[in-house]
Each structure stands twice: as structure tokens, then as C-alpha cells.
């Protein structure tokens, strides 16, 4: 199958006289797999013992979208003699007697920036260079000192005053930088069915990102894509065997002036049911309970079947509680945005469900909305209100394997 006129257009960027390219737009548009392959041949064809950057919002990040499809192309494997080095997260090229290694590395956080000091670089590849914080890509791209190193972007749209937009985007002449805007249809060989289905995986801002390409602002509910008729059950429409066959956990966001929330979550034939809630809220109660109170309760809540509990990682001191009484306890993964996009998708593809009696979280998903303050200064976050039993929910999914998002 042949590539677009934009996929072309990444293949030939580097005998355009630009210093960098940035790729942007709808998801599985082609920008990251054509984006590495010519990244890669450019390296090969210029350099000889020189040193490369792939970076991703975390090293699996690069493995799944860069490395995996890298190695299953027959061209390559043809051309090159190519070693990966898991310890060293090295990929190494090798043609004779030249060679080049490519370095994997995550920009997960601020702190990771100090991952890439040190190195000499003669190109480096950004994959999700809108997800990284921007201490860590100007230290990646400071390290290209070798002569004739490029950089090469690739994105989703974020919020339209993201620093990457603002420096990089809307300053092309500045950085003497070629931007190619990138849909599905830019992917040859993604089928009219794929595109229809990845269609209906999103909504609201998330659609106008993923799907349109385009960077717009988050704003009015989270998730508004939630339906009160296909995402609730009442009790009655319960399966029969959700209790004894569903995989069952706990999830928990810890208060102590603010609500404690348990959310009895069942994984069950591709869904998540959310089937029962417990709530404490001191403010309302005018009692504030200690963790082996609230230890007390979860026992209670989750009766004889025992289960994991996922909890809000900063609840030390609740946690070490738990643990002492035996309960199995898995820390929570706290990704705000990532776990709101994951949840919005599933709650899209209605397979997350909520029982009708669970109050707390219904009332929640039509009164959790986006901070129009925080937008207006780059920021993406929703309003911290009404979110402790979606917050519990986020808990839960960013637990779950990726495949349930591909």
C-alpha cells in the first residue's frame, strides 16, 4: 500500500531545508510510524557513531508506539543488522561499519529532564511531544549539538494555549520548522470501518481533538458523553452472575475533611458496573473518623468475598492500615487527564455502567466540569468539586491493561 501526500512529504523532510518538523492532528492518522521509519533512514544515511533520541511520555510509551512497529518492518530488517539492548533501552542500527544507537526515553514528569543531561545528541524524535513537560523537551533539544541535527515533533491537539502551540506552532519561521496538520484520511491504510469505529470512542472535547485534530479548549462538563438511560441499571437489570463471576475491586479516594468515598466495582463480560457506594462526608456528619475506622467500614462494605482495593496514593498512613489487616492494596495510578480520557471513552462505548441506588457518582458526573480559569492560563484540569467518587472511577481505570483502550 503507498503512503498519503503528507506521509511523503515526513520522507522527504529531511532534504527540505527545514531544522525541524511537526506533525500534528487526529489519532492513527500515520504521523508516528512513517515519522520514526524516516527518523531513522535520515540517521543512518547522515551519521556514523553517533548518538539519537526517541522520546515518549514513558519508555513503554516508545516500546508499543515506535520500537514494536520499527521491528516488524521487512525493509529494515533487509537493510540493517538491528539489536535492542532492554537494560540500556538501546536500539542499535548497524550497516558495515556504520552504526548509530537510538536511546528510549520518558518525559513523564518535570524531574525528567535530569534522564537525558549529559548526552551529545545529532537528532532527537518526540513522540506525544504535547504530553511532556517542557523543561524535559528543551533539555532533549539542547543536547543536539552534533552538526546537521534535527528535531522531529509528532502530537495530539491539547488545550490552544499549550506552551508547544504557542513556542512551536504558531512560530514556525522562528525555529525554521515545517508543520504538516495530519486526519485519518492521511492514513492510507486505515479502513472506512476503523475510522468509523474510532469515531465512536470519543466525544466532546476529546472528538474535537482526536478525531477533528484540532486544538481546542476544554470546557462546560467532563463527561458530558454520559447518558442516564445506557450508563445506568437499576438493581433488577443486574446479571445474575455479576457477583460471582465479575472481578471484583474497591476502589477508594481518601478524605478526612472531605468525603471518603468506596466505589464496589465489577469487571464483568467487558464492563465495568458500578454497583454499590459508600460515603462519609465529616463535614455533614460532624465527626471526623480516624483510618481504623474507616478500615472498620471497608471490611464491612466489602463482607466475605475479599478483593483488591485500589487507593488514592497519597492515603499513607490509611494504606499501612489496611495492610496490617491483611487486605490486598494496590496504590492507585493518579493520571488526571490520561484517566479522564480513558474513562470518557469507556463511559462513550457504554461499558461503564452505574447502578441507580449509587447516588453519590450520579450526581457527580453531571456537576464535574473543566476550570475555565486553568484553560485560559494553558492549564488542563477540572474543578476540584464533586469528583471524589470520580475520582475512585479514574482509580479503577487506569488499572486497567492498555489493550482496553486500542
Known amino acids: 500500500m503507498g503512503l498519503s501526500e503528507k506521509q511523503i512529504a515526513i520522507m522527504k523532510f529531511p532534504y527540505s531545508g527545514y531544522d525541524a518538523i511537526i506533525a500534528d492532528g487526529a489519532v492513527r492518522a500515520g504521523k508516528t510510524s512513517i515519522m520514526s521509519l524516516s527518523f531513522v533512514l535520515w540517521a543512518m544515511g547522515n551519521f556514523n557513531n553517533c548518538y539519537f533520541a526517541i522520546c515518549g511520555k514513558s519508555v513503554g510509551a516508545v516500546t508499543r508506539n515506535i520500537l514494536n512497529p520499527l521491528l516488524t518492518i521487512q525493509y529494515l530488517k533487509n537493510q540493517f543488522d538491528i539489536t535492542y539492548n532492554r537494560s540500556d533501552h538501546c536500539l542499535t542500527f548497524r550497516r558495515g561499519q556504520k552504526q548509530n544507537r537510538f536511546y528510549f526515553f520518558g518525559g513523564k514528569d ?3 529532564y535530569t534522564l537525558i543531561q549529559g ?3 545529532a537528532g532527537v524524535l518526540l513522540d506525544e511531544v504535547a504530553l ?3 523543561s524535559f523537551v ?3 533539544l539542547a543536547r543536539c549539538s552534533v552538526e546537521g541535527s534535527k528535531f522531529w515533533f509528532n502530537c495530539n491537539p491539547e488545550n490552544p494555549r499549550h506552551w508547544f502551540r504557542m513556542e512551536w506552532l504558531l512560530q514556525l519561521d522562528k525555529h525554521n ?8 484520511d492521511d492514513n492510507p491504510s486505515l479502513s472506512e470501518a476503523m475510522k468509523e469505529r474510532y469515531k465512536t470512542q470519543y466525544s466532546g472535547v476529546f472528538y474535537e481533538r482526536y478525531i477533528k485534530g484540532l486544538w481546542v479548549m476544554a470546557e462546560g462538563v467532563v463527561y458530558d458523553m454520559f447518558d442516564t438511560g445506557e450508563n445506568v441499571y437499576r438493581p433488577e437489570e443486574r446479571p445474575v452472575d455479576l457477583y460471582w463471576t465479575g472481578d471484583r475491586s474497591i476502589a477508594i479516594d481518601y478524605g478526612t475533611t472531605n468525603p ?3 466505589l464496589d466495582i ?3 463480560k467487558g464492563k465495568l458496573y458500578v454497583d454499590r457506594e459508600y460515603s462519609w462526608d465529616s463535614r455533614i456528619e460532624f465527626a471526623q473518623k480516624t483510618d481504623s475506622e474507616y478500615a472498620d467500614d471497608l471490611e464491612t462494605f466489602m463482607g466475605k468475598r475479599q478483593c483488591p482495593v485500589i ?4 492515603a499513607a498512613s490509611f494504606i499501612a492500615e489496611c495492610q496490617r489487616r491483611g487486605l490486598y492494596v494496590i496504590p492507585a495510578e493518579n493520571e488526571v487527564l490520561d484517566g479522564i480520557r480513558k474513562t470518557g471513552a469507556l463511559v462513550k462505548k457504554r461499558e461503564i455502567v452505574v447502578c441507580s441506588e449509587c447516588e453519590c457518582i450520579l450526581d457527580e458526573f453531571g456537576t464535574y466540569v473543566w476550570d475555565d480559569k486553568a484553560a485560559m492560563r494553558g492549564e488542563e484540569k477540572p474543578v476540584k468539586q464533586n469528583d471524589h467518587s470520580l475520582d475512585c472511577l479514574r482509580y479503577k481505570v487506569n488499572a486497567l491493561p492498555d489493550w482496553r483502550f486500542e
Open 110 to 112: 518535570e524531574s525528567s
Open 119 to 121: 548526552l551529545t545528541l
Open 132 to 134: 511532556m513537560p517542557r
Open 138 to 140: 528543551e533539555q532533549a
Open 177 to 184: 520548522a515545517m508543520h504538516l496538520h495530519f486526519t485519518m
Open 260 to 262: 471518603m468515598r468506596f
Open 266 to 268: 465489577y469487571d464483568y
Open 311 to 314: 487507593v488514592d496514593p497519597s
